[in-house]
């Protein structure tokens, strides 16, 4: 069989599929190097938007619900079980790549401890000398409601402890325990007496006999291992990707299968968007192209655009918007054909149109000039123009997230309204 990376962000790192039982890392994936079919992200030094980009060809994915076995109360978690995420990992504590892996997941968590559960599975590997300790170590703190506290220190200090003998981490461990408030005499008796080996060697076996759909058993190949809403993901483990991973998946629960129809084509439609940088008045084209003014009002209607960033804006060429996530790739879910008129241009500052990857890829992501862009005539829909508060577009904070990926979140469409006329 073969088991799917995770679905909706697979094409944004375009990380191949491997066949076989299970997927195993033992370590960040290198950057992809094929750019993703369903970007809209602009180029840091571009002149234009990018050409149209083949769709990757991947095998099918399958989901990794029946491969790992359900979350349950036995599991260490933290978040709501009922989060928009769930990040299953698989690690071991004194695995190098399982430390800067799971302090990320946690700094995750503690910036959105409502939408995502963290799931943690202990998978001490034979091959590691303290594994075994320090697991147990994890779970005798856990029987004091402090497992999470221990989680974190094994893992922000392992640079410390790699290189101590067996008897020097125990003596470590006792005081991490003394640290953390913990009944340090129990703690202490607790792994002297192996209360906890049962449970670690049930932890291990579990890791090493997953039932796989055609009823044979696999061993798990490394850590970390990762899992997120049950599809296995290979990508980087940086904070930066995670956090977009997250975000991208959060936005499927507001996604459409298509717009409604909302629109009169033959009435006149004008927006403002309301923007922390001020007002800006467009005038729709809706007799030009009525399926993509419907898309932008339809999703208009549905507060899309409500706090949605400028999340790319080169000064010069374009200001772009209308991703919920803030990556530069989430869309409504849905596509809309291109509409390109051959009369209009890119030839001045001010107009309104589709963001893409390639013809008939047009989402909600859009962009407004702040030049004229002769390039981009012909491959994109034009569908509006600013009529006033151009001031307010050229405020606009600089941002390019391909520079700078860790810059600050752009500038805000605070609303959008909506007038219709004769």
């Known amino acids: 069989m073969r088991i799917g990376l995770y679905a909706p962000f697979r094409q944004v790192m375009a990380v191949a599929l491997i066949g076989g039982a299970l997927l195993g890392c033992t370590g960040p994936a290198p950057e992809p190097t094929v750019a993703p079919a369903t970007a809209t992200a602009l180029p840091p030094t571009a002149t234009a938007l990018p050409p149209a980009t083949p769709t990757p060809t991947t095998p099918p994915t399958e989901d990794a619900s029946t491969i790992f076995p359900p979350v349950t109360a036995a599991d260490r978690t933290l978040g709501p079980a009922d989060a928009g995420v769930t990040v299953l990992v698989y690690c071991d504590y004194q695995a190098p790549p399982c430390a800067p892996l799971t302090q990320t997941l946690l700094t995750l968590f503690a910036a959105q401890p409502d939408a995502l559960q963290v799931v943690y599975r202990n998978v001490p590997l034979p091959i590691y000398d303290k594994a075994t300790l320090a697991a147990a170590a994890a779970e005798a703190a856990g029987a004091q409601d402090r497992f999470w506290e221990m989680h974190a220190r094994l893992y922000a200090e392992q640079t410390l402890w790699l290189d101590d003998t067996v008897d020097a981490f125990r003596a470590r461990l006792s005081g991490y325990a003394t640290d953390l408030g913990l009944d340090v005499e129990r703690f202490d008796r607790e792994l002297t007496d192996n209360v906890y080996a049962p449970q670690v060697r049930a932890a291990r076996d579990a890791a090493n006999t997953i039932r796989l759909p055609d009823g044979s058993t696999a061993g798990l190949p490394g850590v970390p291992l990762m899992v997120i809403n049950q599809q296995i993901w290979q990508g980087p483990q940086d904070e930066g990707t ?163 990926p860790n810059a600050a979140p752009g500038d805000k469409i605070l609303d959008v309204l909506i007038k219709e006329t004769e």
């Open 242 to 404: 995670l956090n977009a991973v997250i975000a991208l998946e959060l936005l499927r629960a507001r996604q459409f299968d298509a717009p409604e129809e909302v629109i009169d084509p033959l009435r006149h439609y004008a927006i403002t968007l309301v923007t922390e940088r001020g007002d800006v008045e467009l005038e729709l084209f809706a007799e030009e192209a009525p399926l993509t003014v419907n898309n932008f009002v339809f999703l208009a209607q549905n507060d899309w655009f409500d706090g949605v960033t400028f999340h790319r804006v080169l000064p010069g060429f374009v200001a772009q918007a209308g991703d919920p996530s803030g990556t530069g790739f989430g869309g409504p879910g849905y596509v809309v054909p291109d509409e390109i008129n051959p009369s209009r241009a890119f030839d001045t500052e001010g107009l309104l149109a589709m963001a893409n990857s390639g013809p008939n890829t047009n989402g909600s992501q859009f962009f407004i000039t702040l030049a004229p862009a002769p390039d981009l005539t012909g491959r994109y829909t034009i569908f509006g123009r600013v009529v006033s508060g151009m001031d307010a577009v050229r405020a606009l904070t600089p941002r390019d997230p391909q520079a700078e």
